[in-house]
């Protein structure tokens, strides 16, 4: 699903969408069923910089390899390209199909994405219980997941493979996130409610519940086989 091949000059030509993220700028490649997404080289001068590495090849290639264990039928087919920019400094292009749809808070099909939304939500529970470890001498655990903003969903198909029913897809593949488990109950959900519509709240409250009752039972009964990471500090 996920391919890395290098290239000098990757693209003929790219057209800015106008469309930013924190890492990466969208562009529109000579093939419409295609989008581009492009790594920033570098922090702006007077940009926050973010918490998570640029153009880092091994991270971004963790990332996706998360997400392809955990999530592949809901990520569109993605194709990693290092080469260079307009600019002429090495980045890293993610390449995806591009997928026909609306976001979900602005679908009609709601119910449907409800079900939907549930199925996706058991397997970030299911992929937190997996990759759970404890930094340094931490009291909880760490758990590792996807950006589950609102924002990141699209209910649609995949223009490039002609899918004929439309589906649940999430889009965004860097970076994969991170929070000690105490403060992602304590301050996560609400943060997510603020990026979905209503309908989806009760979802969201069930999913919080669900996965604080496996996770926590996990740990009570493996808790000796969680690994350790040693802290770096």
């Known amino acids: 699903m996920f391919k890395k091949r290098n290239s000098e000059t990757p693209f003929s030509s790219l057209e800015k969408t106008g469309k930013k993220g924190k890492y990466f700028e969208v562009k529109q490649s000579e ?3 295609l989008i581009v997404k492009e790594m920033k080289a ?3 001068r007077f ?3 973010g918490v998570h590495p640029l153009n880092d090849i091994e991270r971004l290639q963790a990332d996706l390899d998360f997400l392809r264990n955990n999530f592949e039928s809901y990520i569109p087919e993605t194709s990693a390209v290092i080469g260079k920019n307009e600019d002429g400094k090495e980045v890293i292009y993610l390449i995806q199909h591009r997928i026909e749809g609306k976001g979900i808070n602005d679908v009609q099909e709601k119910d449907r994405v409800i079900n939907e939304l549930k199925a996706f939500f058991e397997k970030v529970i299911q992929a937190m219980i997996k990759n759970l470890y404890y930094y340094g001498n931490e009291k909880w655990p ?4 996807p950006d589950l903003k609102g924002w990141n969903f699209i209910y649609g198909r995949d223009a ?4 004929s029913d439309a589906r649940l897809y999430f ?4 970076p994969v996130e991170g929070s000690d488990l105490e403060d992602f109950f304590a301050r996560y959900f609400d943060l997510l409610k603020g990026t979905f519509k ?7 409250d069930e999913f919080r519940e669900k996965a604080k009752i496996e996770i ?8 000796h086989q969680i690994r350790r990471v040693e802290s770096t500090s």
């Open 42 to 44: 570098k922090w702006g």
């Open 198 to 204: 209503g309908v989806y709240w009760p979802v969201i």
């Open 216 to 223: 926590l039972n996990y740990i009570k009964s493996n808790k």
């Open 142 to 145: 760490r758990v590792t997941f």
């Open 47 to 49: 940009e926050q910089k």
């Open 31 to 33: 093939n419409p069923d």
């Open 171 to 174: 889009i965004d593949t860097y």
């Open 160 to 163: 490039k493979t002609r899918e």
